[in-house]
Nanobody
């Protein structure tokens, strides 16, 4: 199993940017796709973005397209989520996740399971 640690959250104003990081350890980072998820108070967790093993394929939920960018550095065992033009509705706890069964395509992701999750990082966007 892989251990994941997120960082980079914070309190910002609408229109600002944040870059989230997720550092992985415990197994070969480059052997699985990576995903970012978020959960706002009172709402279900949703998949925000994912990236394939080779960086060649990414996916974004419609609400963040054009504002968020996911990328990974396999040499540093890290996946990033660059968030620009933040909106109050982006306020949530953001989690990274991965699993050997996790597949990322341009239209979405699939997974038999998602066993590895980070502890989450809080993003709060004020209006």
């Amino acid at each position: 199993q892989v251990q994941l640690v997120e960082s980079g959250g914070g309190l910002v104003h609408a229109g600002d940017s944040l870059r989230l990081s997720c550092v992985a350890s415990g197994r070969t980072f480059s052997s699985a796709a990576m995903g970012w998820f978020r959960q706002a108070p009172g709402k279900q967790r949703e998949g925000v973005s994912c990236i394939s093993i080779s960086n060649s394929t990414t996916y974004y939920v419609d609400s963040v397209k054009g504002r968020f960018t996911i990328f990974r550095d396999n040499g540093q065992n890290t996946v990033y989520l660059q968030m620009d033009s933040l909106k109050p509705e982006d306020t949530a706890i953001y989690y990274c996740a991965t699993d050997i069964t996790f597949l990322c395509g341009s239209k979405g992701y699939t997974a038999t399971r998602l066993d590895s999750w980070g502890q989450g990082t809080q993003v709060t966007v004020s209006s």
